[in-house]
């Protein structure tokens, strides 16, 4: 079964700084992959994802995904942190047949001082 | 505007009450589901429907039922036998072809005392 790992649970940036957010999945064969952001007491809202094209994907609010089959990773950053990043950040990863659920990470916590 | 809408947003109940959480979608997806989220612990699948009137337990199905009567609905019940139902919900749909990406409604937090 494939699985996902956010390394670290909580990340603090200061306000203009990069925001690096880690995800390492295991699968033998490249899956689709996905970043969800949610606010407090919300539903999650897509970021990006990666679905076999380019390596490099890039998703809203300024935030861009590489994808490493080498490393399998899929590691989220935005080069500039705005407080309105600060918010709950998860990984996903898509078994192969439609329709079945995603797996996610255990989502890493973003905080943003000015 | 097209998605997905839980009712309530915040729900109270006593220990050993049946409760249903509600989950409707207007965006003509196939596939729905329930994900239950607790503090550091990350999305956790309750249980999935691919079409009406079918659907499979996932990770944590005890203690929680299902129905897909209709393709725009997909309640969940939360029983008596769930241990420790407390939790924030989170209802999910997509459809079964493309990118596998799901859409997600604003959740449900439940409180059970």
């Known amino acids: 079964a494939q699985s996902v790992t956010q390394l670290g649970s909580h990340v603090s940036v200061s306000e203009g700084a990069l925001v690096l957010l880690r995800c390492n999945y295991s699968?033998?064969?490249?899956?689709?992959l996905f970043w969800y952001v949610q606010y407090p007491n919300q539903g999650l809202q897509l970021l990006l994802k990666?679905?076999?094209?380019?390596?490099l994907v890039k998703g809203i609010n300024g935030f861009e995904a590489e994808f490493k089959k080498s490393e399998t990773s899929f590691h989220l950053t935005k080069p500039s942190a705005h407080m309105s990043d600060a918010a709950e950040y998860f990984c996903?990863?898509?078994?192969?047949?439609?329709?079945?659920?995603?797996?996610f990470g255990k989502g890493t916590t973003l905080s943003v001082s000015s | 505007d097209g998605g997905i809408t839980q009712s309530p947003k915040y729900l109270f109940r006593k220990e050993g009450q049946n409760v249903t959480l509600s989950c409707e979608q207007n965006?003509?997806?196939?596939?729905m589901y329930w994900y239950r989220q607790d503090p550091g612990q990350g999305l956790r699948l309750i249980y999935y429907?691919?079409?009406?009137?079918?659907?499979q337990k996932g990770d944590i199905a005890e203690g929680y039922s299902v129905s897909r009567e209709k393709k725009e609905s997909f309640p969940l019940t939360v029983t008596s036998a769930q241990k420790n139902p407390t939790a924030f919900y989170l209802c999910?749909?997509?459809?079964?072809?493309?990118?596998?990406?799901?859409?997600f409604g604003p959740g449900t937090r439940l409180t059970v005392t």
């Open positions: 965006l003509n997806h196939d596939a």
């Open positions: 699968s033998s064969v490249p899956p689709y």
């Open positions: 429907s691919q079409i009406v009137n079918d659907f």
């Open positions: 990666y679905t076999s094209a380019a390596t």
């Open positions: 996903a990863v898509s078994e192969l047949k439609a329709g079945t659920a995603l797996i």
């Open positions: 999910a749909s997509s459809i079964t072809g493309g990118t596998h990406e799901q859409y």
